[in-house]
């Protein structure tokens, strides 16, 4: 049955990166039985530009109605001043909550041809496959009130609320225990209990849900500034590390280093079964280098590998496709970020290659 992608290029290096996944759906399509529709619509600021909105409706009905949702990436300095609503972040977080994506997988896997390129010793990430699982649709990207106020004394307060409510905190754990499972089966939760309220019921939440439905994984609580801190000290420690939207946001694009570069990381938003998935790489539009040709398309390629396990019904090609970057990899292809130099789409033509083979 054919099923559907949105693709959602998006600002920056959105476009460069997203560009080599529609080429590897098109060699799956041709040629290993993928039957994959794919749409596309701006999204960002450059759906802002266009239309006025980060995310216009007709884009989050489509993205509601396709069985995955494809985002390259977005933002940039052209739309800092915009008001919040109207901010190209604003459009993702909106995306976000719409499709009810409230698990963010991002694994942070270090390839062994890339165990030199990170600022790691080889031996502290040689081998090194964590799974994060980021808590994606609340806490203090969303909790209300939040503002800037005018106070009488002539100065201003700014303000966000972190919040969570026993069956967020539950859903997103419940994610991060089945995960283990199928992995070390062990769960390290990063939360700041010593200082927050939130992280005081988070522990609580998490604790009480391993006892009554996961007595069989190990749970770990871990305050996230140490977490932050073991990360790069011993990062082989973690297996699957579950922590809130802002503590998740901070430590994987930390976790990404242990991986040789951010340009490596794909991520996978999922919420209930059967609805569709949200797949992006963690790294930004990277307005340095958009339009160069420079971009690391790799984390935008196993963002698809992971659509194809999470939602497409296809984990044969996803193992595939990550083979193919495997071996794109031990065969010398390094973009820049990676410290080699080809483009975008020779790494592109680097993992066609090696599908083809
Ligand atoms: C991420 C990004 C986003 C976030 C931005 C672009 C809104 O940093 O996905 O990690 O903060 O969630
Ligand atoms: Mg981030």
Redesign the pocket.
Known sequence: MTKKLLLLPGDGIGPEVTAQVSRVVSWLNDNAGLDLQVETRDFGGTAYDKFGSPLPDETRDLALSCDAVLMGA??GPQWAKNRRALRP?AG??GLRKAMDVYANLRPALCFDALADASTLRRDVVAGLDIMIVRE?TGGV?FGEPRGIDDLPDGQRRGYDTQVYTTSEIERVCRVAFLLARGRKNKVISAEKSNVMESGVLWREVVTALQQREFPDVELEHMLADNAAMQLVKNPKQFDVLVTD?LFG?IL??EASMCTGSLGMLP?AAIGEAGKPGLY?P?H?SAPDIAGKGWANPLAAILSFEMALRWSLDRADLADRLFAAVKTALDSGARTRDLGGSLSTTEMGDAVLKALAA
């Open positions: 977005v933002g972040e993702l977080l994606l990207y939207n946001d994987s694009d991520s992006e963690i930004g």
